[in-house]
């Protein structure tokens, strides 16, 4: 039979992400209550940080989110008719010449970051015949997006801007949430909030990501951003420990083999084993979002409780572990070995390879089967 190519094809990936949509749900509400009265918006870009934006979508607005950023207007097209209508979708990155249009038909609203960009969704608004809400963020010392708080006067003057774009939120971003001791984050509110007051009707706020949170009330603001932390991780902050992992990453393996005491391992033969020696090939490898730094043993891949270090280089698509540790008729080809998740968590990963876990989940590719777990899940909460 040749009528099955694609199922067979998935199952077979190199490695598969399973994603807990429970736990994101139940990070959500953690989060949530945490914040209360300030709604939780879901911040779902790059695919939803790598995890799969339909699904993790579904999830978080079954579970009462409301708003929903984005960095990129592409992407902010492709949710949204996937999502309800009453859902709002913001582009953080701002609005692009030649977009706006498309923007306004899309039911989309941009982040708007420069005097600029408000003059164009203006104009926008004026040949829509119609008001079109939008974000308006302020730059409040981070110098990466944001209106700088000198053309805020210029703007406010603008009667037509006030007529025909209304500030359904008006945003900043903090450069230093994730360390709560900085005095860049009263800075940064203090001017948030000098700046705010000038702004009639007074707009809703938004000002904390998920490490900002944690700083104190004040800096929930009206709506909070919240990415990484609906997905399991909160580095030195309150809700470390509380929150529930999202992702595990879990590689296939490809070939088993004895090695000899003496054979060399992978590209530049780096590794050489020291005695005989259980050697599993896995079918992941930088290509996938594996980093290469994670090779020579810096990483383990885990089985049934055992440790199975990575040796050698990371190759593009494969990577070799001593599987010794592992009784011979337990590990076969076609099995899955972990590589992120009870055993080794996505932030010791990530610290292995000198990097955060951020850039671990953006980078697993498209070629990893996503596998989406839901407990109980309520009507209409799937992919
Ligand atoms: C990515 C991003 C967030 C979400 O940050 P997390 O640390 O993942 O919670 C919030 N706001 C802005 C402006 C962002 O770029």
Redesign the pocket.
Known sequence: MCGAIEGHSRANAGGRVTVDLAALRANYHLIAGLCAPARVAA?L?ADA?GLGVGPVADTLTGAGCREV?V?LFQEALDLRPRLPGHVAIYV?NGLAAGEEASCAAAGVMP?LNSLGQARRWRDTAESCGRPLPAAL?LDTGMSR?GLPLDDLDALLADAAFRAAAPIALL?T?LAC??EPAHPANTAQLETFRAAAARIAPAPPL?I??????TLGAEFAGDVV???????G?AAKSPLQGRLRDVATLEARVIQVRDAPAGAGVGYGLTYTTPGPRRLATLGIGYADGWPRHLGGGRATAWFGGHRLPVVGRVSMDSMTVDASAVPHHLLQEGDHVELIGSNASLEVVATAAGTIP?EILVGLGPRLQRVYRRAGPPAGDRP
């Open positions: 911040v870009k940080y950023f960095a953080l982040v963020q997006l945003v971003h949430a994730d938004s904390a990501n998920s490490a900002g949170v951003r919240a990415g990484i932390g609906l997905f991780i951020y």
